[in-house]
């Protein structure tokens, strides 16, 4: 599992860009969602963290960097 991680100021800008109709768009929300950003109680424990702050295809990069990392580890 892909935890992708952003710090607190980039989520808040790509939250902004969202309309109020879609997830975090919504005061109460997204200060739920800055509640969970600090805790990271919703962070699955076992998650593989990404910095996704890195722009698009470092992100996939990394992603499949891992999964071929831990295939190999299996085998």
Avoid: C, Y
């Avoid at 992708?4 to 768009?25: I, Q, S």
């Avoid at 698009?56 to 831990?70: A, M, S, T, W």
């Amino acid at each position: 599992m892909f935890v992708l991680d952003v710090d607190l100021d980039t989520l808040n800008r790509r939250l902004d860009e969202r309309p109020e109709d879609e997830w975090g768009g919504k005061p109460s929300e997204r200060k739920l969602i800055a509640r969970l950003h600090q805790t990271k109680e919703d962070i699955p424990k076992n998650g593989m963290i990404i910095d996704a702050t890195a722009p698009i295809d470092h992100v996939v990069d990394e992603i499949i960097r891992q999964i071929k990392e831990n295939n190999r580890q299996r085998e």
